[in-house]
C-alpha cells in the first residue's frame, strides 16, 4: 500500500486547511486509514482515523469539532478538513495505513506510512 499526503502549509490562527491522502495498492478494503502529527519536539501520536465506509474518530481532544475526515472511495482519496486551526496544530502530517478495524484505538498500528506534509499556523 502506497499513501501520499498533500495540502500542507502556512495558515494563520482561526484559518482552514484541507489535507488529502491518496492511497494506492492492493485490497485497500482490509485497512483504515489514519492521520497522525508530530509537533516539534514531541511524540508521533493519531489524529484521526477513518473506514472507507466514512465512519471515523478524532483522537485528539482539542481537535474535536474542529477536524473531520471524510473519504472518496472512487478516487481513494482520504481528506483530513481542518478547521479554527492553532498554533498548536502546527506539525508535520502523516496518512497511514492501519488495520481494520483499528481506526477508533488510540493506539492503532500504522502498518504502512505516507511521506509527511507540514502544516504551520501562525497566530
Known amino acids: 500500500v502506497q499513501l501520499q499526503a498533500s495540502g500542507g502549509g502556512l495558515a494563520q490562527s482561526g484559518g482552514s486547511l484541507r489535507l488529502s491522502c491518496r492511497v494506492s495498492?492492493?485490497?485497500?478494503?482490509?485497512?483504515?486509514i489514519g492521520w497522525f502529527r508530530q509537533a516539534p519536539g514531541k511524540e508521533r501520536q493519531i489524529a484521526a482515523a477513518?473506514?472507507?465506509?466514512?465512519?471515523?474518530?478524532v483522537h485528539i481532544d482539542s481537535a474535536k469539532g474542529r477536524f473531520i475526515t471524510s473519504v472518496d472511495a472512487v478516487k481513494n482519496v482520504v481528506y483530513l478538513q481542518m478547521d479554527d486551526l492553532e498554533p498548536e496544530d502546527t506539525a508535520i502530517y502523516f496518512c497511514?495505513?492501519?488495520?481494520?478495524?483499528?481506526?477508533?484505538?488510540?493506539?492503532?498500528?500504522?502498518?504502512?506510512w505516507g511521506q509527511g506534509t507540514q502544516v504551520t499556523v501562525s497566530s
Open positions: 495498492g492492493r485490497f485497500l478494503g482490509s485497512y483504515d
Open positions: 497511514a495505513a492501519l488495520p481494520l478495524n483499528e481506526y477508533n484505538l488510540n493506539n492503532a498500528r500504522a502498518l504502512f
Open positions: 477513518t473506514r472507507w465506509d466514512g465512519r471515523s474518530t
